[in-house]
């Protein structure tokens, strides 16, 4: 059982909005900790899709877009498109476990 | 630019100690802020992370495996291992390192991953 909660999948047609859900507590994202976000495309490594809640890499296209709210955060990707279809992981630090936690994952269909 | 990549066993009886190294480029283990963490993902399963050392030497560990992880580093190889023992079929995963890094304040999470290592626990 993770730490963050994710839900296991959500889907969307192309060119729809989509979010992503992650939910914490007051020793992770409702401490003020950064979520960041993951996206993991079959077969692949993660890659870093939005740091410090809000924040995309350069490189990362404006489709996605992240934000934080109490113990919660949020994914949000407009304008599905095939190739967003992956698996997303939230990833914070909690204060009474010392370290790193990573939500459980959320399988996106595209369909 | 950054990159990592992961070496060690591919295979590892059970009760045997796994050694893993993760060899990194573009960045110092010694400035400030600086960090490299390991994550690994069973088949078919989420991301759990493990452990994390930092610039100035600090470790953090998964409480739910600290007893059986070490990280170190070694600064001028540019390399950061990861020992796990007792290992079980149930550690079976690909294992990830990844760079890490805050600056004044914000952190920009784990930036940069190298391409993962499977590791499979079978006698």
């Known amino acids: 059982q993770s730490v963050l909660t994710q839900p296991p999948s959500v889907s969307g047609a192309p060119g729809q909005r989509v979010t992503i859900s992650c939910t914490g507590s007051?020793?992770?994202?409702?401490?003020?900790?950064?979520v960041h976000w993951y996206q993991q495309l079959p077969g692949t490594a993660p890659k870093l899709l939005i740091y410090?809640?809000?924040n995309r890499p350069s490189g990362v296209p404006d489709r996605f877009s992240g934000s934080k709210s109490g113990t919660s955060a949020s994914l949000a990707i407009t304008g599905l498109q095939a190739e967003d279809e992956a698996d997303y992981y939230c990833?914070?630090?909690?204060?009474?476990?010392?370290?790193?936690?990573f939500g459980g994952g959320t399988k996106l269909t595209v369909l | 630019q950054i990159t990592l990549k992961e070496s060690g066993p591919t295979l590892v009886k059970p009760t045997q100690t796994l050694t893993l190294t993760c060899t990194f480029s573009?960045?110092?283990?010694?400035?400030?802020?600086?960090?490299v963490g390991w994550i690994r993902q069973p088949p078919g399963k989420a991301l759990e992370w493990l452990a994390l050392?930092?610039?100035?030497?600090?470790?953090r560990y998964s409480p739910s495996l600290k007893s059986r992880l070490t990280i170190t580093k070694d600064t001028s190889k540019n390399q950061v291992v990861l020992r796990m023992t007792n290992m079980d079929p149930v550690d079976t995963a690909t294992y990830y390192c990844?760079?890490?890094?805050?600056?004044?304040?914000?952190?920009?999470?784990?930036?940069?991953w190298g391409q993962g290592t499977t590791v499979t626990v079978s006698s």
């Open positions: 990844a760079h890490k890094i805050t600056v004044a304040g914000t952190d920009y999470g784990l930036d940069v």
């Open positions: 573009g960045f110092s283990l010694s400035t400030s802020g600086v960090g």
């Open positions: 050392i930092y610039w100035d030497d600090d470790k």
């Open positions: 007051s020793s992770n994202i409702g401490a003020g900790y950064a």
């Open positions: 410090d809640n809000s």
């Open positions: 990833q914070s630090y909690d204060s009474s476990l010392s370290g790193c936690v």
